[in-house]
């Protein structure tokens, strides 16, 4: 049940209680859900919640729905990764034998398309929860306990109570200590899609999804792109072939790659940034370039939404919850980039949505498999992989057997002039049990959901190496992986 204070709803009008703006009465409302969050996590729960019948309403603190994924995340970089692919075979349309005299990039036209995806689809979900029947609750969310919430905005405050409660709210950029993000100089995310201009110069801090994702733009458009990371290698999450490729690659692109290196004394210079970077050799040196980017992962956000007033455990920040994403506290849900032990993507986020929902309308659903979500990165070449590492499947004491075919072999990759890249396959010696699959090459994050397919209704290596791919396509390149795990390759 739940006791709104409401303002008066006629313009103007003045409150039984006088003629400020005090709350003038109590309404009645019951939600069997509420969601925290219109991220794809909140969203998504939020519409299936609606389907199943539920009386729902949504929080959401931001004036636009769509989260860190469609505002400042997946949508918006991946809208700047299609003109830099555009714009790169303008670059080197010599090649195909097409001329295209002194082509020249409106970055604030690529910057407009951008944003207006971003609208759309924003206001795509808008309409989506309005024919879901979900109310939208305007504000910001914290839980009293007791399945209470109090929601803040600028026209006051209310309390809203709910049977059940999902917690969506996601994660932000971290910083490193003492750094403030600013539009100008020192970027994460969210400051380096509102550029308006391709920087001349850019250093990245962090090599994980967002930072190789950004050098890979940025490059594409001409600026002279430098990466550090403090662990040994970029893509630390990835197989450590398909990260050694990346880096191959992206020295081969002139994109400077400091691994296993430290970036210190970050100060502003009045016209960019200045860093005392240490080289995994010891050697000290002092770059400087127009803009820099922070991207040293994400914290989830945790902090000052009424944690303390419920059971919710955490660990590091993370919310802890079982299979059906249920937390501590009876009755409270949580999902996505909040969530402890899960990956901080947008279709994590999702899915554990689907399950948190079909819990708490009485339904079945799977809990998520870990070895089964794929993870995809947007850079040129692109990453698609999924399942275990070989070194992850040899540390489970698994008899590892390794097919890789590179696309050097593949005739589609050759005609598209992408032949940079392979595909690995880790299986399992015994039975041919497929343990995993990483792709580095030409439209990686598209060819993986073949291997996803395949993970989940076990097949085999047998079955996939059986399966018939058309010719001549990119996925040719993955029958051929699997047909590589026992030597049998045709084309390489
Ligand atoms: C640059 C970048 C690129 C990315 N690219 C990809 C990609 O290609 N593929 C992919 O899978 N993932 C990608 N991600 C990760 C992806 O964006 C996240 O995993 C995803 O957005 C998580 O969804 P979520 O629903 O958990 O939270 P979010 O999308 O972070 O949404 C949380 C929402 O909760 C709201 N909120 C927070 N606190 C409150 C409160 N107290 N009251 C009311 N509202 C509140 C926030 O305003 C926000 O709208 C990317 C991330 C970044 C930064």
């Known amino acids: ?95 195909e034998g097409i001329h295209c005299e002194n082509p020249s990039l409106d970055y604030p036209k690529v910057k407009e398309r951008k944003d207006g995806i971003v609208s759309k689809h924003s206001k795509g979900v808008e309409f989506l929860l309005k024919r879901a029947k979900v109310e939208r609750i305007s504000g910001y969310a914290t839980l009293r306990g007791g399945g209470k919430i109090e929601v803040k905005s600028d026209s006051g405050a209310q309390t809203i109570e709910a049977k059940n409660i999902i917690l969506a709210t996601g994660s932000e950029a971290r910083m490193l200590p003492g750094l403030e993000p600013d539009p100008n100089f020192i970027l994460t995310n969210i400051e380096i899609l509102n550029l308006t201009a391709v920087p001349k110069s850019l250093i990245i801090i962090g090599a994980g999804a967002v930072g190789v994702e950004f050098a890979s733009i940025f490059k594409r458009f001409g600026t002279d792109v430098t990466v550090i990371e403090m662990l040994p290698r970029i893509v630390p999450v990835e197989d450590e072939d398909i990260s050694k490729e990346l880096e191959r690659l992206f020295r081969k692109q002139k994109i400077r790659v400091e691994t296993g290196a430290r970036a210190e004394n970050i100060q502003k210079t009045g016209s960019g940034v200045k860093v005392s970077l240490t080289t995994k050799e010891g050697k000290q040196e002092t770059l400087e370039a127009e803009k820099l980017l922070v991207a040293v992962g994400r914290k989830p956000n945790t902090e000052n939404i009424g944690l303390e007033n419920t059971r919710v455990q955490t660990d590091r920040g993370f919310i802890v919850t079982d299979a059906h994403q249920r937390t501590a506290e009876p009755g409270v849900y949580a999902i996505g980039d909040v969530v402890a032990g899960t990956p901080q993507l947008a279709h994590v986020a999702t899915r554990e949505g689907m399950i948190a929902v079909a819990h708490i309308a ?22 698609g992989s999924v399942g275990l590492t070989e070194a992850q499947a040899r540390a489970a004491g698994r008899k590892v057997k390794v097919g890789r075919f590179p696309f050097a072999g593949d005739s589609r990759a050759t005609i598209l002039g992408r032949h940079d890249g392979f595909i690995k396959v880790v299986a399992d010696e015994a039975y041919g049990e497929i343990l995993g699959v990483h792709i580095i090459g030409p439209e990686a994050f598209e060819l993986i959901g073949e291997a996803v397919a395949a993970m989940e209704a076990e097949a085999t290596v047998e079955v996939m190496m059986q399966t018939i791919h058309a010719h001549p396509t990119l996925y040719e390149a993955m029958g051929e992986a699997f047909n590589a795990v026992y030597g049998l390759s045709i084309n390489a």
């Open 362 to 383: 009485g339904k079945p659903a799977t809990p998520i498999n870990k070895n089964r979500i794929p993870g995809c990165t947007y850079t040129e070449p692109g990453i």
């Open 1 to 95: 049940m739940l006791f709104r204070r409401s303002a008066p709803s006629v313009p103007g009008a003045r409150s039984k209680s006088g003629p400020h703006h005090a709350p003038s009465r109590i309404e009645k409302v019951s939600y069997d859900l509420v969601v925290i969050g219109s991220g794809p996590g909140g969203y998504s729960a939020a519409i299936r919640a609606g389907q199943y019948g539920l009386k729902t309403a949504l929080v959401e603190k931001q004036p636009r729905l769509g989260g860190t994924c469609l505002l400042v995340g997946c949508i918006p970089t991946k809208s700047l990764l299609q003109t830099a692919d555009v714009w790169e075979r303008f670059v080197h349309s010599e090649a």
